[in-house]
């Protein structure tokens, strides 16, 4: 399994959860050339800092998905994990979300009609969907909500673009900036993606008083902690 988180302390969060943060408990850090640097290995469990943005995000996870089919070990899994902004009131801070699907929400054109997705314009999609099985059992393991997760260029900072994302899709539960690069990269692969979420802060006016990082991050921490036996028991090949 693949693990991309968009900064290092997330990839820290994460790894914390599997007991792999130091050398000395039975760490590796990978040297490949394919690898961002400081990327960690865990048994089948590798916690890479992907960077933030969904183009980075992609090429990141785009090398070591590369590097593990040049070595002959292929992923069974991506999944895309870090902290995120909530819409209020369904995803409240502090709490976890997982993916039903993955959306490029600003990918697209501009008209005198509105806004346009890239697949409105014929050009590619703009939507990633997760094993349905699999993200159940995350959800319910987690104790998380399932909805769409957004993910956006530009992180939203007025209520009314909070609003414009809310119309456009409904189900949105949160939004951020590295999902759908990684879930391109792991399509391109033809590697299942999820992506779990802990919410830092509501999408709307930015308040960085309203952030609360530290609390999403250890919310983030103790749900890998619940994930490893859900992953470990589904088999993507029997779907």
């Known amino acids: 399994m693949l693990v991309a988180t968009a900064v290092s302390v997330e ?9 792999a943060l130091s ?15 400081g990327t960690t290995a865990h048994g089948g469990i590798e916690v890479i800092a992907a960077g933030v943005g969904p183009a980075l995000a992609a090429a990141s996870t785009a090398s070591v998905l590369t590097a593990a089919a040049l ?11 870090g902290i995120g902004g909530g819409f209020q009131p369904g995803a409240s801070v502090g709490s976890l979300v ?3 699907e993955i959306v490029a929400a ?3 054109a501009e008209t005198d009609e509105g806004f346009l997705s890239v697949t409105e314009l014929g050009f590619g999609t703009v939507r990633h969907h997760p094993p349905a099985d699999l993200v159940r059992l995350v ?8 909805g769409a ?7 939203t900072g007025t209520a009314e673009r909070a609003a414009v994302l809310r119309e456009r899709h409904p189900t949105a539960l949160a939004e951020a900036m590295e999902g759908f690069g990684v879930a391109e990269a792991a399509a391109a692969h033809g590697v299942p993606v999820l992506e779990v979420r802990a919410i830092s802060n509501p999408v709307g006016p ?9 609390e999403a991050l250890v919310a983030l921490t103790e749900g890998f902690g619940k994930l490893l036996p859900v992953l470990e028991s589904w088999n993507r090949h029997d779907q």
């Not at 990839?11 to 007991?19: I, K, L, P």
């Not at 050398?23 to 640097?37: K, N, Q, Y």
């Open 98 to 100: 997982v993916a039903e």
């Open 23 to 37: 050398l000395e408990a039975g760490d590796e850090v990978l040297g490949d050339p394919f690898r961002p640097s």
């Open 206 to 214: 930015r308040d960085r008083a309203a952030w609360r990082v530290p």
């Open 149 to 155: 997760v957004l993910t956006v260029s530009t992180v």
């Open 71 to 81: 070595h002959g070990t292929p992923y069974d899994l991506v999944v895309s994990a």
């Open 139 to 146: 959800a319910d393991a987690l104790g998380a909500r399932a």
């Open 11 to 19: 990839r820290d969060a994460v790894a914390a959860a599997f007991g």
């Open 106 to 108: 600003d990918l697209g």
